[in-house]
Nanobody, 120 residues
Framework: QVQLVESGGGLVQAGGSLRLSCAASGRVFNIDRMGWYREAPGKQRELVATIPIDGGRTNYADSVKGRFTISTDNAKNTVYLQMNSLKPEDTAVYYC?????????????WGKGTLVTVSS
């Protein structure tokens, strides 16, 4: 199994910044990609950004392009989400996840989430 521990959420004013971290432990050798998703009240969970565990081509939701940056520290098995120019609509619980190299032999793992609240 893979264990994920998120940190860095909190309350920030609109226009401010936050940096989320997610540290993976356990079967990290089988991780292919790491990512961030978010779930706002009354809405479905949606993709925010993903990145290969060893860095490389990133993928962002249109709503966060140019404001959020995802990055990894492969040596620490940690993924970060730098969030700038935050908007009230970014308010959500942010979840870290991992995707395995092969879903036939492993599964997708999720963290418990960290709350981000952006006040207007």
């Amino acid at each position: 199994q893979v264990q994920l521990v998120e940190s860095g959420g909190g309350l920030v004013q609109a226009g401010g910044s936050l940096r989320l971290s997610c540290a993976a432990s356990g079967r990290v050798f089988n991780i292919d990609r790491m990512g961030w998703y978010r779930e706002a009240p009354g809405k479905q969970r949606e993709l925010v950004a993903t990145i290969p565990i060893d860095g490389g081509r990133t993928n962002y939701a249109d709503s966060v392009k140019g404001r959020f940056t995802i990055s990894t520290d492969n040596a620490k098995n940690t993924v970060y989400l730098q969030m700038n120019s935050l908007k009230p609509e970014d308010t959500a619980v942010y979840y870290c996840n991992t995707e395995p190299k092969d879903l036939r032999y492993d599964m997708i793992y999720w963290g418990k989430g960290t709350l981000v609240t952006v006040s207007s």
